[in-house]
């Protein structure tokens, strides 16, 4: 029941992106969100949306969203729900105006116990906590691609019944790295580590990098997406304007890190394991390197190496 409000919540999302232009809710609202960030108007159609679908859940007692500060308890379930969720309402809100594929990522933990006041605390649990995790991407279909622990499926959206349908059962990540997906316009902002394994891939070093093309959209669940499906290792490195990494443990890394584990992969923040670290706040940030095993070993051993 879960799974499907949630899923619905992304088919109302899809909507209104597809009908943005036409609704004029493209653009900016003007505001900053908790972050510092620009909010768009569809980042608060799109919170709202999940915020509504979840609210009268009895087994959700809150929600955490990356465009809210703190926790919002929910009417229905808000001392007896067993569930919180955390979720980014809209990935990739910087291409909405472009029309590039954006998304929804979300994550589902249980709070250790029921019938008291929610705190902030029952959300900051390490990832390999997380009963289920998963995203939407309004691309050029809609997908929903989630896991419980046991594997992780992939559905479409036809829109002509707006059913998901199972399209990709058991999705595994390829054992090839095809896409290489950084923003490289931070290198001087770099590590020496990171930039020694940005080095070795464009220098195709190795056998393995000799086929490898770099692909970087800038809506992280879309390059996650892509990169689940064709293979490959998605980096957003801590740098000198990001020192502690820019995109959210909670929001973000959590559940993706928890979707490639069960599809094969790996996901570190150059040194740990994604899914061990506790985050310090809702809003917490980590680095972020994701894909093939091979690959996020690679770049731990020369980070490991050069710092
Ligand atoms: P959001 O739109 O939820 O704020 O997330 C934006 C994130 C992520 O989607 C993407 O991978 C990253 O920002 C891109 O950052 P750069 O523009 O710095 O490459
Ligand atoms: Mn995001
Ligand atoms: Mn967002």
Same mark, same amino acid.
């Given at each position: 029941l879960l799974m499907s409000h949630i899923a619905t919540a992304t088919k109302v999302v899809s909507r209104m992106v597809a009908k943005a232009g036409l609704l004029n809710v493209l653009g900016k609202t003007g505001d900053t969100n908790v972050q510092g960030e620009q909010v768009t108007k569809l980042d608060i159609i799109a919170n709202d949306m999940l915020q509504a679908m979840l609210d009268d859940l009895p087994m959700v007692a809150a929600t955490a969203s990356e465009e809210d500060e703190s926790f919002v308890l929910t009417s229905a379930g808000a001392m007896t729900g067993r569930y919180l969720i955390a979720f980014d309402p809209l990935d990739g809100s910087s291409n909405i105006d472009a029309n590039v594929s954006i998304g929804t990522?979300? #994550? +589902?933990?249980?709070?250790?116990?029921?019938?008291?006041? +929610?705190?902030?605390?029952?959300?900051?649990? =390490?990832? #390999?906590?997380?009963?289920?995790?998963?995203?939407?991407?309004?691309g050029s279909s809609t997908m929903f691609v989630y896991t419980t622990g046991q594997g992780v499926d992939g559905f479409t959206l036809d829109p002509g019944v707006g059913e998901f349908v199972l399209s990709r059962p058991n999705m595994t990540l390829p054992d090839t790295c095809c896409c290489f997906s950084i923003n490289q316009t931070n290198r001087n902002r770099w590590s020496a580590g990171t930039r020694a394994y940005v080095d070795h891939v464009l220098a195709r070093a190795t056998p393995?990098?000799?086929?490898?093309?770099?692909?970087?959209?800038?809506?992280? +669940?879309?390059?996650?997406?892509?990169?689940?499906?064709?293979?490959?290792?998605?980096?957003?490195?801590?740098?000198?304007? #990001?020192?502690?990494?820019?995109?959210?443990?909670?929001?973000?890394?959590? =559940?993706?890190?928890?979707?490639?584990?069960?599809?094969?992969?790996?996901?570190?923040?150059?040194?740990?394991?994604?899914?061990?670290i506790v985050p310090e706040g809702l809003h917490a940030r980590a680095p972020l390197v994701i894909g093939n095993t091979e690959d996020v070993a690679c770049y731990g051993e020369l980070v490991a190496a050069h710092g």
């Amino acid at each position: 029941l879960l799974m499907s409000h949630i899923a619905t919540a992304t088919k109302v999302v899809s909507r209104m992106v597809a009908k943005a232009g036409l609704l004029n809710v493209l653009g900016k609202t003007g505001d900053t969100n908790v972050q510092g960030e620009q909010v768009t108007k569809l980042d608060i159609i799109a919170n709202d949306m999940l915020q509504a679908m979840l609210d009268d859940l009895p087994m959700v007692a809150a929600t955490a969203s990356e465009e809210d500060e703190s926790f919002v308890l929910t009417s229905a379930g808000a001392m007896t729900g067993r569930y919180l969720i955390a979720f980014d309402p809209l990935d990739g809100s910087s291409n909405i105006d472009a029309n590039v594929s954006i998304g929804t990522i979300f #994550s +589902v933990r249980r709070r250790a116990t029921v019938g008291t006041v +929610v705190k902030e605390e029952d959300f900051l649990g =390490p990832g #390999s906590e997380l009963v289920a995790a998963g995203y939407a991407v309004y691309g050029s279909s809609t997908m929903f691609v989630y896991t419980t622990g046991q594997g992780v499926d992939g559905f479409t959206l036809d829109p002509g019944v707006g059913e998901f349908v199972l399209s990709r059962p058991n999705m595994t990540l390829p054992d090839t790295c095809c896409c290489f997906s950084i923003n490289q316009t931070n290198r001087n902002r770099w590590s020496a580590g990171t930039r020694a394994y940005v080095d070795h891939v464009l220098a195709r070093a190795t056998p393995r990098y000799a086929k490898t093309t770099g692909r970087y959209i800038g809506s992280l +669940v879309a390059d996650f997406h892509r990169n689940l499906i064709y293979g490959g290792i998605f980096l957003y490195p801590s740098d000198s304007a #990001s020192p502690g990494g820019k995109l959210r443990l909670l929001f973000e890394a959590q =559940p993706l890190a928890m979707l490639i584990e069960q599809a094969g992969g790996s996901a570190t923040d150059g040194r740990r394991r994604i899914l061990d670290i506790v985050p310090e706040g809702l809003h917490a940030r980590a680095p972020l390197v994701i894909g093939n095993t091979e690959d996020v070993a690679c770049y731990g051993e020369l980070v490991a190496a050069h710092g």
